[in-house]
């Protein structure tokens, strides 16, 4: 019965004479029970018993008490309907040896399981009315503030009510429409009242002789109904996906729509509350021009390319980032960069620092259409020419990156320098592609780990007796630059730059939005950034930030073991479990070269220290101080007024010149989300002779006939 299906038996006519009874539940299922030879039952399987089935067609009109029995088992064309005043008809048909004009009625007087005969209706079409919901109501004198809003009322409940309309007429005065389904005498006019426009319902036919639509579309669904449906989720939800908004609507108004639909759908709403991307591009040199008067001493250039001035490179890096950077962070940056999910695309470029307690503190940012060499190439200059202003007290850089040559090139021509690093996360993910063991992954970890050289060959060994492939591929990229027993520069501990992994929970959504968009969530992430860690290192009444103290205080406990020598004022041999170390409090070193690496004293250090009664506080990196931290967030990143008060940029001459207005526009290319795919040329099809395509429509080869554009 879950099919609402009519079952007939096979070799069996349906008899229905005026003194037998047909018993209707109260829920208009038809439950015909069998009381004598003529009787009709439902339920068991019987061979003169009318049962419902699952693969026999009854067929549940639109109205929600009519029954359309569709043509199965001998019911030719003919229609079993219970309407509005609870009236079961049957359409004449010779095999059911009903007499023609007789129907079957539900008396309103008596109970629902009681069914009397009386005279047959033929042919009952549907009857349906207008209105099923209030809020869709359409009334004669019915007024509207102009002929859209008349338009979209109509347009709702016709969706509402599941039939669609067509337009006759519609001008400044006057607008008429019909039911779309052919024969169906369902019309509406309205009129503007003279003098104001308003719009009035004059005329409506309010029942339908038709069915209503059939199929799961809409032809008043349109992208403007989807979103003007959608709008307030999508005000309250940015993220709200468009494969949402089908489930939706698909729940709440049973209409099935396209993706490409709920996502233009989305779109103009989002461009009402955000603005277009393309607004975005013409506003950046405004957007530029306000940074820089809002946060005196930023940085915000953008730059366009070709005669239509299309969009190339953005530019930009707050004071307050640049001031903390070069005078309390510690002296590493990671470079890295994320591919923007926007209309046209794009990359965005990082460059980020890192605080004393080890946080993220974004310095510069770069949005390129393309991200290649020459990209980079401009990033690290633009790069270079900010610290060069401020590199005054700041010690020599470490570069921490993936292995892209345009980086590394860039690097090298810009920062000769700096000590250059590899990103352990990128090189680690190249070599589990080569080799997908992680066991070998491990191994690798480890070796970038070691302290010491020889710490760093054992475990390359232990790779090399697994794989010697293994162990070649690592050993053809130099270990200066991703080890760290051989890192000449000082890492701090950090043998990865994830700035993206790190950023990824509010940068991902920012990723999508129109260009200018997207720089504003960026800045009023680090103006919140800013504000909280200032706020926090308030409450701070130790002499180093907390991951430092944690670290002094681990070494601490374990130098209470370490026996330790004094040679001079500055030098101490170290001797515990793991063998003897030599310290230099002078030079700040110590054997196991951690002291060097991580800026802080190793346990071995700290012992020597203890035992001439110094200060251990005293000899970490001032990067690692609490009054240092503090000063790292002691400038404001300050907010941006809104768009709608941005004047117009212009540049006039001293002398009263022309104005002139730089106008950036979109990229010209406008290529498919993600990477371009590559395909792969196997070596056995190299030579393989190409197949030729011929077309049957010009005789021609080389294209297909859906592709001929060949006139004939």
């Known amino acids: 019965m879950a099919n609402h299906e009519l079952a007939l038996g096979q070799a069996h006519s349906l008899d229905l004479r005026q003194a037998h009874t047909l018993g209707l539940s109260q829920a208009h299922d038809l439950a015909l029970r069998r009381s004598h030879d003529h009787s009709l039952g439902l339920g068991h399987s019987h061979e003169h018993e009318l049962a419902l089935g699952q693969s026999h067609g009854l067929a549940l009109a639109p109205h929600p008490h009519e029954l359309d029995l569709s043509d199965n088992h001998g019911l030719h064309g003919h229609e079993l309907t219970i309407a509005e005043n609870h009236e079961l008809a049957m359409d004449h048909n010779p095999d059911l040896g009903v007499s023609s004009g007789q129907e079957l009625v539900i008396s309103s007087e008596q109970p629902p399981s009681v069914v009397t005969s009386q005279a047959l209706v033929t042919p009952i079409r549907q009857s349906r009315a207008l209105v099923a919901d209030p809020s869709h109501e359409l009334t004669v004198g019915q007024e509207f503030p102009d002929v859209k809003s008349c338009r979209r009322a109509l347009r709702d409940a016709a969706i509402a009510l599941h039939f669609e309309i067509q337009t006759v007429k519609s001008d400044k005065t006057r607008f008429t429409a019909k039911c779309a389904s052919e024969g169906c005498p369902w019309r509406i006019h309205a009129a503007k009242l003279p003098g104001v426009p308003t719009f009035t319902i004059r005329t409506i036919h309010a029942q339908h002789t038709c069915e209503g639509i059939t199929h799961l579309g809409h032809q008043q669904a349109s992208v403007g109904w989807v979103a003007s449906s959608m709008e307030d989720r999508l005000r309250e939800n940015p993220s709200y996906k468009p494969k949402d908004i089908l489930e939706d609507i698909h729940r709440l108004h049973g209409i099935t729509l396209t993706y ?213 591929w690592i050993r053809r990229v130099p270990p200066r630059l991703w080890a760290t027993a051989y890192f000449e520069g000082t890492r701090f501990g950090h043998l990865t730059a994830n700035i993206v992994e790190s950023l990824n929970t509010w940068m991902l959504e920012a990723s999508g939005l129109p260009i200018v968009q997207m720089m504003e969530s960026i800045r009023r992430q680090l103006m919140t950034w800013f504000n909280e860690r200032r706020e926090t290192s308030m409450q701070w009444n130790s002499i180093l930030v907390p991951s430092a103290e944690r670290r002094v205080a681990d070494a601490i406990d374990q130098a209470r073991n370490y026996q330790v020598l004094r040679a001079n004022e500055a030098e101490f041999e170290v001797i515990s479990h793991e063998g003897t170390n030599i310290v230099d409090i002078r030079n700040r070193c110590c054997l196991c070269r951690g002291w060097q690496l991580y800026g802080l004293p190793c346990s071995h250090a700290v012992a020597a220290l203890i035992s001439c009664r110094q200060n251990v506080n005293r000899f970490t990196e001032s990067c690692f101080t609490v009054t240092n931290y503090r000063k790292t967030y002691s400038q404001t990143i300050h907010p941006v007024p809104d768009k709608t008060l941005w004047k117009e940029l212009s540049e006039n001459a001293q002398n009263g010149g022309d104005k002139v207005d730089i106008v950036i526009a979109p990229p010209k290319s406008l290529r498919p989300p993600g990477r371009p795919r590559k395909k792969r040329v196997r070596a056995e099809d190299r030579d393989r002779v190409k197949r030729v395509v011929h077309c049957s429509r010009c005789n021609q080869t080389g294209h297909f006939r859906t592709t001929c554009t060949t006139p004939i």
């Not at 633009?382 to 921490?400: A, C, D, V, Y």
């Not at 000769?416 to 992954?441: D, I």
Request: negative net charge; hydrophobic residues 40%; aromatic residues 14%.
């Open 260 to 472: 490409k639909q709920a996502w233009r759908g989305k779109e103009r709403i989002m461009a009402a509350v955000r603005g277009s991307f393309e607004e975005g591009y013409r506003l950046l040199p405004q957007y530029c021009e306000q940074i820089k008067r809002t946060n005196p001493g930023s940085i915000a250039s953008v730059y366009g390319i070709g005669p239509d001035n299309c969009f190339q490179r953005l530019f930009i890096s707050f004071y307050a980032s640049i001031y903390g950077f070069v005078n309390a962070c510690r002296p590493l940056l990671g470079l890295d960069r994320t591919v923007l999910k926007s209309k046209y695309l794009g990359t965005l470029l990082f460059a980020t620092g890192f605080d004393g307690d080890g946080a993220l503190f974004p310095l510069a940012f770069g949005v390129v259409d393309e991200e290649n060499e020459e990209s980079w190439m401009w990033f690290l200059s633009e790069l270079h020419n900010l610290l060069e202003m401020n590199t005054e007290n700041m010690p020599r850089l470490t570069i921490l990156s993936d292995r892209q040559k345009g980086i590394v090139d860039g690097v090298e021509a810009n920062f000769p320098t700096a000590f250059h690093g590899f990103c352990m996360r990128h090189l680690s993910e190249s070599f589990r592609k080569e080799f997908n063991n992680p066991m070998l992954v491990n191994l690798l970890w480890e070796a970038a780990y070691a302290l010491t050289v020889i710490e760093f060959e054992a475990k390359i060994l232990e790779i090399e007796e697994i794989s010697q492939d293994a162990a070649y």
